[in-house]
């Protein structure tokens, strides 16, 4: 079974940089997975931020960016701010035609 | 204006059946691979399903956890995306949301979402 692992939650200090992670339990992520990165504040359905490993979504700031380091996937945020507290997610898009989420990265700015 | 809604969801008892609706508009789901997402109260999101436009071949793939009692349909003239849940389980307690598929391979446009209660 496809694991998808993102760290359970992470702390930013406002104007801090801050790099959340995306995983495979089977694994190395590589551009054909195409990551994607989802931000989701709580009672609210997520909104789009990352497709495509690296192609931020209309209207997202540029201070989220999205890369590959190492064997995984990675969304990065420069300059947090107090707004960017929310859950994060990654999914990535398998080569049976499935997609799968990872847990979620809940962030903290304090 | 380009937008989801959702509608159907409720309250069903386990081993019962439920069709969730997504009305589109400002597009045609026709054109559009769409899919379906799920997130169980305080849990992350899950993927559930995806049908492709009718132009790439309209075929339908679906998690683990749902083939064989979910399926996704659509009606071309009421621009409407459908999930029929059937034999439904407490696990399938969720928020189930409907998007779009962007090229590539990513859920572009989201709407808000309908709850499913699977409680005897």
């Known amino acids: 079974q496809t694991v998808v692992t993102q760290e359970p939650s992470f702390s930013v200090s406002p104007g801090g940089t801050v790099t959340l992670t995306c995983g495979l339990n089977s694994g190395s992520v590589s551009t054909t997975y195409y990551p994607n990165w989802y931000q989701q504040t709580p009672g609210q359905a997520p909104r789009t931020l990352i497709y495509?490993?690296?192609t931020r979504s209309s209207g997202v700031p540029d201070r989220f960016s999205g890369s590959i380091l190492g064997n995984k996937a990675a969304l990065t945020i420069t300059g947090a701010q107090a707004d960017d507290e929310s859950d994060y997610y990654c999914?990535?898009?398998?080569?049976?035609?499935?997609?799968?989420f990872g847990g979620g990265t809940k962030l903290t700015v304090l | 204006e380009v937008q989801l809604v959702e509608s159907g969801g409720g309250l069903v008892k386990p081993g019962g059946s439920l069709r969730l609706s997504c009305a589109a508009s400002?597009?045609?789901?026709?054109?559009?691979?769409m899919s379906w997402i799920r997130q169980a109260p305080g849990k992350g999101l899950e993927w559930v399903g995806r049908i492709k436009s009718r132009g790439d071949d309209g075929t339908t793939e679906y998690a683990a956890a749902v083939k064989g009692r979910f399926t996704i349909s659509r009606d071309d003239t009421k621009n409407t995306l459908f999930l029929q849940m059937n034999s439904l389980e407490t696990e399938d307690t969720a928020v189930y949301y409907c998007?779009?598929?962007?090229?590539?391979?990513?859920?572009?446009?989201w709407g808000r979402g309908t709850l499913v209660t699977v409680s005897s």
């Open positions: 998007t779009t598929v962007g090229n590539p391979a990513y859920f572009h446009l």
């Open positions: 999914a990535l898009y398998l080569h049976s035609g499935i997609w799968v």
């Open positions: 400002g597009f045609t789901v026709t054109n559009a691979w």
């Open positions: 495509n490993t690296n």
